[in-house]
């Protein structure tokens, strides 16, 4: 099985397969638009907008499984994204990403990136290990997605080259992202 597999559904509800993004190097990230990491969307919009043009895309799958920061219907986070953050990328229809109702797509990127914990040496990092710890162990056991804005990236050829906690600031990733960014070595450039 292959990323290029799954099936999913835009924030319009049009079944989308993943396939259409062959050849392109993905960022898969889960986000909610009413939690405070949304700081993300715009560093996610500039990076998308950086390097599109590369064969770059954000997909992102609003998920209200944490603390219930993604409330709303599909149309009121596609708007609330447009307007207050300017998303630009590709937004999914709410999806959950752990649990027995999780989308088949997140426990086929979990399994390939597991957890490997919060960067214990920041203060942020630091923080997030404990509050999930402390307030919500069944989240913070294992390998599924711990909370929202976990991050992954896929190269061209479809296979998962990294998991981004919560708390990995996007500008980290991007010195991550240029290596599988070049163009393709038969010649051909985006």
């Known amino acids: 099985m292959s990323i290029y597999d799954f099936q999913v ?4 509800g049009t079944p989308v397969n993943m396939s259409v993004y062959r050849g392109k190097v993905l960022l898969i990230v889960n986000t909610a638009s009413r939690c405070s990491y949304s700081r993300q969307f715009p560093e996610l919009q500039k990076l998308y907008v950086k ?29 609330y994204c447009g307007t207050s953050f300017g998303v630009t990328f590709a937004l999914f229809g709410k999806t959950e990403v752990r649990g ?18 919060f960067d214990a040496g920041s203060p942020e990092g630091l923080r997030m290990s404990v ?10 056991a294992g390998d599924e997605i711990k909370w929202n ?3 992954f990236v896929i190269d061209r050829s479809g296979e998962v080259r ?9 500008a980290e990733i991007e010195p991550e992202l240029e290596p599988l960014l070049k163009p393709f070595e038969t010649g051909r450039a985006f």
């Open 100 to 117: 027995p109702n999780a989308h088949p797509l997140f426990p086929f990127l979990t399994e390939r990136a597991p957890f490997r914990g």
């Open 51 to 79: 390097h599109r043009e590369r064969g770059f895309e954000v997909l992102a799958f609003p998920c209200n499984q944490f603390n219930g920061k993604e409330p709303g219907s599909d149309a009121e986070v596609r708007e």
């Open 162 to 170: 990294g998991r981004y906690e919560t708390t990995t600031p996007v």
């Open 9 to 12: 559904h835009a924030i319009n």
């Open 131 to 140: 509050f999930l710890q402390e307030k919500y162990p069944e989240l913070y």
């Open 149 to 151: 804005f976990t991050k």
